[in-house]
């Protein structure tokens, strides 16, 4: 499947990933509010077996096909851990 990519230029390491190229149309409109400006990055043909720096492929294909869009949040920075 061949997607588009775009960063937020808002938020850090968010990016939204359409299945049609510039097609904002497939977003909530509250989604779209908060993403604010986007940039196009690069397009993408994703399949099952690629692999995706921050994201699960079959999520992002699943995503396209229902929606139109993947959203990709930056990553959870994980909790310190405590030494007892």
């Known amino acids: 499947m061949h997607c588009f990519i775009y960063k937020s ?3 850090q390491d968010l ?3 359409l ?3 510039d097609d904002f149309s ?3 409109e509250a989604l779209k509010a908060s ?3 986007m940039e ?3 397009s993408l043909e994703i399949t099952s077996e690629r692999k995706l720096a921050n994201a699960d492929p079959v999520s992002v294909i699943n995503n396209l096909n ?3 869009y993947f959203l990709q949040l930056p990553p959870v920075l994980a909790a310190p851990t405590t030494l007892q």
């Open 26 to 28: 497939c977003l909530p």
């Open 9 to 11: 230029l808002q938020k």
């Open 40 to 42: 196009f990055v690069f």
């Open 19 to 21: 299945r049609n190229q």
């Open 66 to 68: 229902e929606r139109g």
């Open 15 to 17: 990016y939204l990933f």
């Open 35 to 37: 993403l604010g400006r």
